[in-house]
């Protein structure tokens, strides 16, 4: 898996529109604490980070990010050019 060799590599991985779809969120949590989500074993090479953007939840078929999920989470936001405030 991609996800896991970027792990074991201490890569950084880009995830666009995370809430689209359902995410392997009990991979990411793990992964984001630092351990293999079945093998509890530590990276390689330690520095993995994932870097995603999302959408509000109020577009269709978004999900609100999970409260554990989101405590690994650091939030940022920005104004479109309509004046819209975007979460991501």
């Known amino acids: ?39 509890h074993e530590r990276p390689l090479k330690p520095g993995f980070m994932l870097l995603g953007t999302q959408n509000p939840i109020s577009m ?7 409260t554990a999920l989101q405590t690994h989470h650091y939030n940022a936001s920005r104004t479109d050019k309509a004046g819209t405030n975007r979460h991501t």
Do not use: C, Q, W
């Not at 950084?12 to 392997?24: K, Q």
């Not at 269709?60 to 999970?66: D, K, L, P």
């Open 60 to 66: 269709a078929g978004r999900r609100a990010t999970s």
């Open 1 to 39: 898996m991609l996800l896991e060799k970027a792990f074991n590599e201490g890569a950084v991985v880009i995830i666009d529109e995370m809430n689209s779809s359902p995410m392997m969120e009990h991979t990411l949590n793990a992964m984001l604490m630092g351990f293999h989500p079945e093998t």
